[in-house]
Nanobody
Framework: QVQLVESGGGLVQPGGSLRLSCAAS????????MGWYRQAPGKEREFVAR???????NYKDSVKGRFTISRDNAKNTVYLQMNSLKPEDTAVYYC???????????????WGQGTQVTVSS
């Protein structure tokens, strides 16, 4: 079974930076889109950023210019560089990936368990 493991979360002051990582493990044939979502207390999970296998990116408007998503296909890993962090960025960040396992005919959606990001002074 495919597993996504996030790392890099933590506590930072406003204006600080964090770099999140998410590595996919298991018997993987290919990975299509990878992305990041977040969920703050009392709110619905929301889209943050995504990147296709070809490198095309898309961002939530409020993080444009501050966050950068990238991926290393050789390592089956996606990253989220977060700069100029604001208190409103505080949330649990979840990794998402569309993964095709060996022998599969379609891609399946996988989610990580989440990593906490807290922005506070």
């Amino acid at each position: 079974q495919v597993q996504l493991v996030e790392s890099g979360g933590g506590l930072v002051q406003p204006g600080g930076s964090l770099r999140l990582s998410c590595a996919a493990s298991g018997v993987i044939f290919s990975i299509n889109t990878m992305g990041w979502y977040r969920q703050a207390p009392g709110k619905e999970r929301e889209f943050v950023a995504r990147i296709t296998s070809a490198g095309s990116t898309n961002y939530k408007d409020s993080v444009k210019g501050r966050f950068t998503i990238s991926r290393d296909n050789a390592k089956n890993t996606v990253y989220l560089q977060m700069n100029s962090l604001k208190p409103e960025d505080t949330a649990v960040y979840y990794c998402h990936a569309e993964v095709r396992g060996s022998g599969d005919f379609v891609f399946f959606d996988y989610w990580g368990q989440g990593t906490q990001v807290t922005v506070s002074s």
